[in-house]
């Protein structure tokens, strides 16, 4: 498959993989730049816990796959069941992969490294964006409302537990404990 036979959409999905991991590493050090900002800490992670670190992933991907559907929806006839769809799909994708990575590797290797976290968050976003890609070309879609409705609700959770924690190993502070 060549890049210049791709839809501009597709193109979209395929340059986000770069750009979302640029934003999410910037995004890593928002909070403490805006000398602690509570509006800030809605959309940046607070702390050194995998659940803050999410974020990372959580705001740029959702708003990477709006932002083109909003400005280009109607223009390029895009089919808004499959376009929510693999966007939540590519948001699921690097929300689970991101722990997953993260746990097995300090687990198993009972180390924790920055340069294999950068990694993972950069694995994590092409998993996504990847998998979202081939679930644009091949897949159905579902009602486009269930995916917003979900990353919505994703959006909700992540608000509620930066300044509501549970008690469980994904929300402690690496660094503070």
Request: no cysteine; hydrophobic share 55%.
């Amino acid at each position: 498959m060549r890049y210049k036979t791709l839809s501009p959409e597709k193109k979209w999905i395929i340059i986000g993989i770069p750009v979302l991991f640029i934003i999410g590493s910037i995004m890593h050090f928002l909070y403490d730049i805006s000398n602690q900002s509570v509006f800030v800490a809605l959309f940046a992670p607070v702390n050194e816990s995998v659940w803050e670190h999410l974020k990372m992933v959580v705001w740029p991907i959702i708003l990477w796959w709006s932002l083109y559907y909003i400005l280009n929806g109607e223009k390029n006839n895009i089919d808004k069941n499959k376009w929510f769809t693999s966007a939540l799909l590519s948001l699921l994708v690097a929300l689970i992969s991101i722990p997953l990575m993260y746990y097995f590797y300090t687990g198993a290797l009972g180390v924790e490294s920055l340069i294999v976290d950068i990694i993972i968050l950069f694995l994590s976003i092409a998993f996504g964006q990847l998998l979202a890609f081939y679930y644009y070309e091949y897949g159905n879609g579902i009602n486009y409302i269930i995916p917003i409705l979900i990353m919505i609700f994703i959006i909700y959770i992540f608000m509620y537990f930066t300044f509501n924690p549970l008690n469980l190993p994904i929300f402690k502070d690496s660094s503070t404990g």
